[in-house]
């Protein structure tokens, strides 16, 4: 279950990681992209406060890094109890 959860989540944050580098290139421009390439989720979380994106890559990025940290812990507490 842990190993899933982390494919997952590191599937779903890279969707995200790619999704705000594009939207950001798109709509800032090459320094944003960049930027956006550079420093993720902190930079699309700028974007998104500013107005310039939507929240939905920022959230994505975070969702799909609390899916791949909390897949392993999952994994060890369920070979801990054996």
Request: net charge positive; no cysteine; proline share 6%.
């Amino acid at each position: 279950m842990g190993l899933i959860l982390t494919v997952i989540g590191i599937a779903v944050a890279l969707v995200g990681y790619i999704w705000g580098i594009v939207v950001g290139a798109q709509k800032g421009g090459a320094l944003w992209g960049i930027l956006n390439f550079l420093f993720p989720p902190i930079t699309p979380a700028i974007m998104a406060i500013q107005g310039k994106i939507n929240w939905w890559p920022v959230l994505l990025m975070v969702i799909g890094g609390l899916l791949a940290i909390v897949g392993p812990i999952l994994f060890t507490t369920s070979m801990m109890s054996y």
